[in-house]
């Protein structure tokens, strides 16, 4: 299963259309936090999470790193507008990969990549 968290409905929306054209055997669920995400990981964890860093009440980096601490299983990628430098050394750092947004079929395809290595 894949998560999809996000507090933009469109992003969550074309996430999950563009991994659902590539890999329509996937189940898909969606959070609008990372709160909201840590909870539902803690009910059934995913095999991966597409993770939003700028999103209300906790950062999708903290998020990230608290999933890696209770399921360091959970493959993460990082998908944000947050470009810069620090924010990918901070990916880096928490073991996540980093997708830039705007989303693309071709970076879609690259985080599914990451998701199944």
Request: hydrophobic share 50%.
């Amino acid at each position: 299963m894949l998560l999809i968290v996000d507090d933009s409905r469109m992003s969550r929306m074309l996430l999950r259309a563009l991994v659902a054209d590539s890999r329509p055997e996937w189940r898909i669920a969606e959070a609008v936090s990372g709160d909201e995400a840590l909870a539902m990981i803690a009910e059934h964890a995913p095999a991966f999470v597409s993770m939003d860093v700028n999103m209300p009440g906790i950062s999708g980096l903290e998020a990230a790193g608290r999933i890696r601490l209770r399921h360091p299983e959970i493959r993460i990628a990082l998908c944000t507008a947050n470009i810069q430098e620090s924010t990918r050394e901070a990916a880096a750092r928490a073991g996540v990969h980093f997708v830039a947004k705007p989303i693309t079929a071709a970076s879609v395809a690259d985080a599914i990549a990451f998701f199944e290595h």
